[in-house]
Nanobody, 125 residues
Framework: QVRLVESGGGLVQPGGSLRLSCAASGLADYATAWFRQAPGKAREGVSCINSHDDGRFLTDSVKGRFTISRDNNLNVVYLQMNNLKPEDTATYFC????????????????????WGKGTLVNVSL
């Protein structure tokens, strides 16, 4: 069983920054994505990165503010979040894909094979 562990969430004021981390054994061999789910809303795909960092994808609402990256030596994937807005408040989940490339429809939850338990990001005054 693959265990993904997220960290880095917390309370931040609007305009602030956070960096989320996702760690798992063997993560370097797989595409990895970040999803988020706000209370009462559906889970949505935020970003995905190919295993060899030859493709990065972002949902429109975070372009220019969020950056996904990875360190394959450490088996860690990061999500740098800048200029955070209250609407970014959600639980953020890390997910590992079934292959080295992000799925064509990477924003669909069923494209991912393993999930972390999530880390809460709260953007408020």
């Amino acid at each position: 069983q693959v265990r993904l562990v997220e960290s880095g969430g917390g309370l931040v004021q609007p305009g602030g920054s956070l960096r989320l981390s996702c760690a798992a054994s063997g993560l370097a061999d797989y595409a990895t994505a970040w999803f988020r789910q706000a209370p009462g809303k559906a889970r949505e795909g935020v970003s995905c990165i190919n295993s060899h960092d030859d493709g990065r994808f972002l949902t429109d609402s975070v372009k220019g503010r969020f950056t996904i990256s990875r360190d394959n030596n450490l088996n860690v994937v990061y999500l740098q979040m800048n200029n955070l807005k209250p609407e970014d408040t959600a639980t953020y989940f890390c997910a590992r894909a079934r292959a080295s490339l992000c799925p064509f429809e990477w924003q669909r939850s069923d494209g991912m094979e393993y999930w972390g338990k999530g880390t809460l990001v709260n953007v408020s005054l």
